[in-house]
């Protein structure tokens, strides 16, 4: 079965500095890995995703991940965040195949707050 | 209207009350989703749905009642619900089942039950 560990429920900062919001998982296979994006009061979106080739994603609004299968880790980052990224990130993973394909297993959500 | 929209956005009801939650796409998908989005937990998933046939029912209790007439719509029919039934209902749809197509999610309904 896979899980997923976002290490950090909120997490602040100022405009313009960078921030990482950290996700780890767990998985007895191979697995796919996204991260998606929640405004105040609208769906989820998806920033990015891994499937495979290089192991740096780049997604929109100018974040990137970074797949490390040895630390099993798909950490978000940006390096220059603005008050309109503020909202709740969530880290998700999916089985490689058979019932586990295409099924997401969502992790509990960062809150990123951007203060001026 | 585009993506995938969900009405009521807000409802308040009595734990007697039936209700009816909806979800319509405007993406041509043939995969639709229910997911329950509570305070601090990850989302659970709930019903999958392939060409209007159910294909996954996560063992969630029968006072909730799924009903997928055609591709584009999706319904959640609520019954004699409970309070912790509390929570943003979220509809997603997809290319289709079991693959590594995004999921675009519509705004959810933010559900009260008294």
Avoid at chain 2, 16 to 26: A, F, G, I, V
Avoid at chain 2, 43 to 65: A, D, G, I, Q, T
Wanted: aromatic share 12%; charged share 15%; net charge neutral.
């Amino acid at each position: 079965a896979q899980s997923v560990t976002q290490l950090d429920s909120q997490v602040p900062v100022f405009e313009e500095a960078p921030v990482e919001l950290r996700c780890n998982y767990s998985s007895s296979v191979s697995v796919y890995l996204f991260w998606y994006v929640q405004y105040p009061n609208q769906g989820l979106q998806l920033l990015l995703k891994y499937l495979s080739g290089s192991t740096l994603v780049k997604g929109i609004n100018g974040f990137e991940a970074e797949f490390n299968k040895s630390q099993t880790s798909f950490h978000l980052r940006k390096p220059s965040v603005h008050i309109s990224d503020t909202a709740e990130y969530f880290c998700a993973v999916s089985g490689y195949r058979g019932s586990t394909l295409g099924r997401l297993y969502f992790g509990r959500g960062t809150q990123l707050t951007v203060w001026p | 209207e585009t993506g995938v929209t969900q009405t009521p956005r807000h409802l308040v009801m009595g734990m007697t009350n039936k209700k009816s939650l909806k979800c319509e796409q405007h993406l041509g998908h043939n995969a639709m989703y229910w997911y329950k989005q509570s305070a601090k937990k990850p989302l659970e998933l709930m019903f999958v749905y392939s060409l209007e046939e159910r294909v996954e029912n996560n063992s969630v209790p029968s006072r909730f009642s799924p009903e997928c007439p055609n591709s584009s719509h999706l319904f959640l029919h609520l019954h004699t619900l409970q309070p912790e039934d509390s929570a943003l209902y979220l509809c997603a749809s997809s290319q289709e089942v079991g693959n590594t197509d995004t999921q675009y999610f519509g705004p959810g309904t933010r559900l009260t039950v008294l």
